[in-house]
């Protein structure tokens, strides 16, 4: 369920308008007051994107972007869906 995932860890990685949080980004209570939030800058759950498979060496293809893939450290990777759906 990645668009569950997606609301989740965006959501501890920005401040929100609750008078108990005092400005501050749940996640940075927790592991400090400065945290890397870039690879949730690009894009939104669900955008069109164009992606190459086989590790960059594939021709450009349509995907949708679902989210951040935690797996491959410490490069920016995504979860992709390709058009075919598969």
């Not at 501890?12 to 400005?23: A, E, L, M, P």
């Not at 501050?24 to 209570?29: D, F, R, S």
């Not at 989210?67 to 979860?79: D, F, G, N």
């Amino acid at each position: 369920d990645y668009g569950t995932s997606w609301v989740c860890e965006t959501r501890n990685v920005i401040t929100t308008s609750s008078k108990y949080d005092d400005g501050h980004k749940p996640l940075g209570a927790i592991a400090g007051p400065t945290l890397e939030i870039t690879e949730y800058l690009d894009f939104g759950f669900y955008d069109w994107v164009t992606f190459k498979s086989n590790a960059g060496l594939g021709p450009p293809e349509l995907g949708r972007w679902i989210s951040v893939s935690h797996r491959v450290e410490p490069l920016m990777s995504y979860w992709v869906l390709p058009k075919s759906g598969r």
